[in-house]
């Protein structure tokens, strides 16, 4: 079984890789901007055939383009994490459109895409796959616009397709501007204080080698599709997050809570309905 696997040296996309690799089972496409030498580096680079390309360049012919592979699992979305920016809906949108319209056309049957909690707006509470979209960022207006276009697409071509939507992701290689990272680079300059929110809103997180694992497991069934929540189910404080890294790294700093106003694009208590998630993981014989 062959696997393409697009913004292949993201985030992300570097842990489902690995995943992938992990398995054995798998011819593994590997694709980004990212040039060879920087590519190289990665661990997996000798486990994949990597093609560097630029998914606003349009081909031809996609699915020959990347040797006709039978599974297409797309991590690919820049401008990240601006979330008001622009460039989702006059960019990312389009390009990732006519890139997957493109791949379809041509004979991709297996489409598995990342959406993004965003979608929901400012619903609080459980999220379920089912609740109506209200996206207020123009991130998730882009990415539940293109939900939307996937889905008139599967009127016209037939494809199996999984809009895996994620919610909050931690780990090694994220964002240096994310919480966390602030977080490790004032415990490694020995600050003595953190200046963060109050803390006391609601998320749903998972560690990113978790996500890369529940994103692979979605993406090689098809007994359950459309939109899928990736997440725990599991409410936690932004403050209980942070002492819990805190108590993982041994080292104490003071809490500087409430410096930083709550982000005006989020609602204060929210987190996601992983019925269907655990669905699949039972059907594959796995732990959520």
């Known amino acids: 079984m062959k696997i393409l696997v697009t913004g292949a040296t993201g985030f992300i996309g570097n842990y489902v890789i690995k995943e992938l ?3 054995n089972l798998f011819e593994i496409i590997a694709t980004s901007l990212d040039p060879l030498n920087k590519v190289k580096n990665f661990e997996w680079f000798k486990d994949v055939k990597y093609i560097i390309q630029d998914l606003n360049k349009s081909k031809e012919d996609y699915f020959a383009f990347f040797e006709n592979p039978d599974i297409l ?3 690919s979305w820049q401008s990240l994490p601006n979330y008001k920016s622009l460039f989702h809906i006059e960019r990312n949108l389009f390009t990732n459109y006519f890139f997957i319209k493109n791949i379809i056309k041509n004979g991709l049957k297996n489409l598995n895409l990342i959406g993004t909690c965003l979608e929901y707006g400012m619903q609080e509470g459980s999220l379920s796959e089912n ?3 209200n996206p207020i960022t123009a991130y998730g207006l882009a990415k539940d616009t293109l939900r939307k276009f996937i889905e008139e697409l599967n009127k016209t071509f037939e494809f199996n397709y999984k809009w895996i939507r994620l919610f ?3 780990g090694k290689g994220q964002n240096p501007k994310s919480l966390l990272p ?3 680079r004032a415990l490694d300059n020995n600050e003595v204080i953190f200046n963060m929110s109050q803390g006391d809103q609601l998320r749903d997180y998972l560690p990113v080698e978790k996500v890369a694992e529940y994103i692979v497991e979605i993406s090689l069934q098809n007994n359950v599709n459309g939109i899928i ?4 189910g599991e409410p936690i404080s932004i403050k209980k997050l942070v002492e819990n890294h805190l ?3 041994k080292i104490n700093i003071k809490l500087n809570l409430g410096y930083y106003p709550y982000p005006d694009y989020e ?4 987190w996601g309905d992983n019925t269907k998630l655990k669905k699949i993981l039972t059907m594959n014989n796995q732990d959520i």
Do not use: G
């Open 21 to 23: 690799v992990k398995r």
């Open 73 to 75: 699992i797309h991590l």
């Open 131 to 133: 609740m109506v979209t």
């Open 168 to 170: 909050y992701v931690y």
């Open 182 to 184: 602030q977080l490790d």
């Open 229 to 232: 929540n990736c997440c725990s």
């Open 247 to 249: 108590n993982k790294r």
């Open 267 to 270: 609602p204060m208590a929210f």
